[in-house]
């Protein structure tokens, strides 16, 4: 299963949405969603959905989420752009139209042969319609 940014820090913070993954299933995340996830955690001056939700937490709290996020732990898959670079590079040949951060999710969901699965706070009907179109599972997940 790969999973965006939102779902992987309640992954990370102990508090898996019921019904995410069978059990067994292994968890992905790309590059670009890690690396939204630590901006989010890092900068409260970066403005998004994760930072939003962040900036309430106190000092404890936010300490233990970037212990959470900077401790990603081996048990969540890591795709790199080695591996996407090239299929990005097909879909785009395909005629897929996304911003980068959609098209690497998109390449790794169909790379690994794996669901997509979005939190549902943050819906992204481009990404949904490509999927669909290609017939790569996707999923929203209840945030």
């Known amino acids: 299963m790969v999973v965006d940014d939102h ?35 890092s900068n409260p001056r970066v403005a998004g959905a994760l930072s939003r939700r962040l900036s309430g937490a106190g000092p404890s709290i936010g300490a233990a989420v970037v212990r959470a996020v900077t401790g990603l732990p ?8 080695r591996e996407l670079a090239w299929p990005m590079a097909r879909l785009l040949d395909d005629g897929i139209r ?20 979005l939190a549902s706070i943050d819906q992204n009907p481009r990404l949904l319609a490509a999927a669909g179109a290609r017939g790569t599972p996707i999923r929203l997940v209840d945030h």
């Open 7 to 41: 779902l992987l820090l309640r992954v990370l913070l102990d508090d898996e949405p019921a019904g995410l993954r069978p059990r067994g299933a292994r968890l992905v995340t790309t590059g670009l969603w890690y690396h939204r996830l630590c901006r989010a955690v």
């Open 74 to 81: 081996e048990t969540v898959g890591l795709v790199s752009l």
């Open 98 to 117: 996304l911003n980068l951060l959609s098209l690497e999710a998109l390449a790794a969901a169909e790379q690994l042969d794996a669901e997509l699965c």
